[in-house]
């Protein structure tokens, strides 16, 4: 079974504060990508990337950054949180650019 | 733009009853499509994955149908149980490229 894993389930941070959200997935799947999950604006994909260090701008990238030294990591960055950043952040893999995405569990940000 | 809906957003049937969720897209240039499951706070689960050559897949109780050139999909559950109730949760990936457009969801409840 694919399994990916992020690191926190709950997080609180501050406005200004830099975030790191981490992402692994255990089944050498190529492609990797982050969304957020907002009432009323459904899953929309903020960034993806289909190999390491190779990335491309998802639908909102916007005070947001990504990093993916090793195939099995995909982290998300806030360089500077922003209470419109409260969002529910959900991590997937695919094994190629066609086939099933798998998610992880999600992490509940709270920016104060 | 590729625009995905789900309707309707809420249903509450009895247990044993069949579900019929509905998806449908706007543009029928797809790749494939693919059925989730998200239980509150939670992560989502792939249910169905359909081809964009296929009319329909099946697993267990869970049938998908996918009629592309009118932009429809349905998952039917047959005999429904307490334990279906959750967000169903329909994407369309491109013809080219990553991309899931998702739909807003159904939430399901299944009455004892």
């Known amino acids: 079974d694919v399994k990916v894993t992020q690191s926190s389930r709950y997080l609180v941070k501050r406005t200004g504060e830099k975030v790191f959200l981490e992402c692994v997935q255990d089944m050498d799947h190529e492609n990797m990508f982050w969304y957020r999950q907002d009432p009323g604006l459904g899953l929309r994909l903020i960034y993806f990337s289909y190999d390491v260090k190779m990335k491309e701008k998802g639908d909102i990238p916007e005070g947001y950054s990504v990093s993916r030294e090793k195939k099995e990591r995909f982290s998300l960055i806030l360089e500077s949180a922003s209470t419109n950043q409260t969002s529910m952040y959900l991590c997937?893999?695919?094994?190629?650019?066609?086939?099933?995405?798998?998610f992880g569990p999600g992490t509940r940000l709270t920016v104060l | 733009k590729q625009e995905v809906t789900q309707i309707p957003a809420a249903l509450s049937v009895p247990e044993g009853e069949n579900l019929v969720l509905n998806c449908s897209f706007t543009?029928?240039?797809?790749?494939?499509l693919q059925w989730f499951r998200q239980d509150p706070g939670k992560g989502l689960t792939s249910l169905l994955l359909?081809?964009?050559?296929?009319r329909e897949q099946t697993s267990g109780r869970l049938n998908a149908s996918l009629d592309k050139s009118s932009g429809r999909s349905t998952l039917y559950i047959a005999a429904s149980q307490p334990g279906d109730s959750a967000t169903y949760l329909c994407?369309?990936?491109?013809?080219?490229?990553?991309?899931?457009?998702f739909g807003g969801g159904t939430r399901v409840l299944v009455k004892p």
């Open positions: 994407a369309v990936r491109k013809a080219a490229g990553n991309k899931l457009t």
């Open positions: 359909i081809q964009s050559s296929q």
């Open positions: 997937a893999s695919s094994r190629d650019s066609y086939n099933e995405q798998f």
């Open positions: 543009d029928s240039a797809i790749y494939n």
